[in-house]
């Protein structure tokens, strides 16, 4: 299985709910990141987690909450989202954030994205 | 920090022909570098990565890239073009000083015509 699931494929979602973005992998990754892609764009970092524990968060809005229950899940929590929130979110998990000779050889598996509009 | 450049926005070629899709990278340590392609509304499929050794990497669906690591590029190429290599295709790099991040380019749509 080389694959990262991503649930729902397409959301749409008011200004004061309240939604989750989940991701899935069973290929043993202990990395997992959250990328924002706007239209045309490169996908932009979000968040990293490394066994299970948050590495990286480049400055993202509060509004915007991860969580990883286990090694094969990770969440994106949302609240009260503004409309240029409105993206493609991926998920994507690598083998480790260093690989097993110590140096970073380990290439990121995306998923398809959850394509998110906030009216 | 670290940094990778892809410098044209679109490139077009001609079914069968040659195709090349440039980018430069900057890091402070040894550079890991990959190249990714998404269809429409799709997420990124991994095509091949440069780690050490050979300068010439092969990767998925006959495409190659050549590391050259004095003009800090990682052009991507293809000897001959299909119709169906139509995408964006974005490079990456993870800077061997800075663990976690992977750092992708702008982006060079790929046109493909009949």
């Given at each position: 299985d080389t694959e990262v699931t991503q649930t729902p494929k397409h959301l749409v979602m008011g200004m004061t709910n309240k939604k989750s973005l989940k991701c899935e992998q069973?290929?043993?990754?202990?990395a997992m990141y959250w990328y924002k892609q706007k239209a045309k764009k490169p996908p932009e970092l979000m968040f990293v987690y490394s066994y299970e524990k948050l590495?990286?968060?480049?400055?993202?809005?509060?509004r915007f909450s991860p969580e990883c229950p286990n090694s094969s899940l990770l969440n994106l929590h949302l609240h009260a989202?503004?409309?240029?929130?409105s993206a493609l979110y991926l998920c994507a998990s690598s083998q480790?954030?260093?690989?097993?000779?110590?140096?970073?050889?380990t290439e990121a598996f995306f998923g398809q994205g959850t394509r998110l509009t906030v009216v | 920090a670290q940094s990778v450049a892809q410098p044209e926005d679109q490139v077009n070629v001609a079914e069968g022909n040659p195709l090349t899709v440039k980018c430069t990278y900057s890091v402070s340590g040894n550079p890991y570098l990959f190249w990714y392609v998404q269809y429409p509304n799709r997420g990124l499929q991994f095509l091949l990565k440069y780690i050490?050794?050979?300068n010439l990497v092969k990767g998925s669906y006959g495409f190659e890239a050549e590391f050259n690591k004095s003009q800090t590029s990682f052009h991507l190429k293809k000897p001959s073009a299909l119709v169906s290599d139509s995408a964006l295709y974005f490079c990456a790099v993870r800077d061997g000083s800075s663990a976690s991040k992977i750092i992708f380019g702008s982006g060079t749509r790929l046109s493909i015509r009949p």
């Open positions: 069973h290929m043993g990754h202990r590495s990286i968060n480049e400055s993202v809005p509060s989202l503004q409309p240029e929130d480790d954030l260093f690989g097993r000779d110590g140096a970073m050889n | 050490t050794g050979d």
